[in-house]
């Protein structure tokens, strides 16, 4: 079993995305975790010329068991350690290391200018004893995805506001978009089919993300 407030823990993560869309679940009870790839509209290939079955391979999966109470340091350093190897990632040269707030993780997609206002104005008067130097708007700003430059018209009027409201508060303005995926009633895949990438069957390849099917485009 898993222990919130204690131990015994195990950690669970994936080395990179660089295959498939690599998902973790746990149980409501903390009693059980299970680790899974999506493979929709992923080609399989034979090892060998003389080997008849189609395989496919997943991005390395990473497991650690935490011994109770055993909590010296941050028990994810070894595989935020063992991710920034694998994926050759290179030392922090442009500041500060960021820390701040995300929208997503109370609003996700119920988000306003004015909601989002009264949350950077918080965060500026706690400045002190809660210190945050960035402020990221997720989903929800726009209203599809492909289309990030369309706004949700009963929601925002210009992102530029965001931004100044966060830059009022000390805060350097993020803004979260996934440019290599479009939900198939956008506008963007109405105008550009051609952008959507497809296996050799002609079925377009699904990005996986959040769970949903949209569209993979291709970047090229």
Known sequence: PMDEIGGPAVILGWLSQHQQLGLITIDQNLKYAQMTATHDAIITQRMADSDTRNVTSTDWAYAQLVAPHHYDEEPM??????????????????????????????????????KLRDNFT?????????????????????????????????????LRIVSRDIQANHMRPGLWM???????????AKEHPDWI?????????????????FYGLDAT
């Not at 050759?88 to 995300?102: D, S, V």
């Not at 990438?197 to 099917?213: H, L, V």
């Open 178 to 188: 996934a440019p290599f995926a479009c939900d198939k009633h956008s506008k963007l």
């Open 197 to 213: 990438i497809r296996n050799d069957r002609g079925y377009p390849a699904n990005s996986s993300n959040c769970g949903k099917f």
């Open 77 to 114: 350093v070894h595989f935020l350690h063992a991710a920034a190897a694998y994926n050759e990632a290179r030392p922090l040269q442009n500041g500060p290391i960021l820390t701040g707030w995300c929208s997503w993780y109370h609003y996700y997609e119920n988000i306003s200018e004015g």
């Open 122 to 158: 918080r965060l500026g008067q706690m400045q002190k004893t809660v210190p945050t130097n960035v402020a990221v708007v997720d989903d929800g700003y726009m209203t599809a995805w492909g289309d990030w430059d369309a706004l949700k018209p009963a929601n925002f009027t210009d």
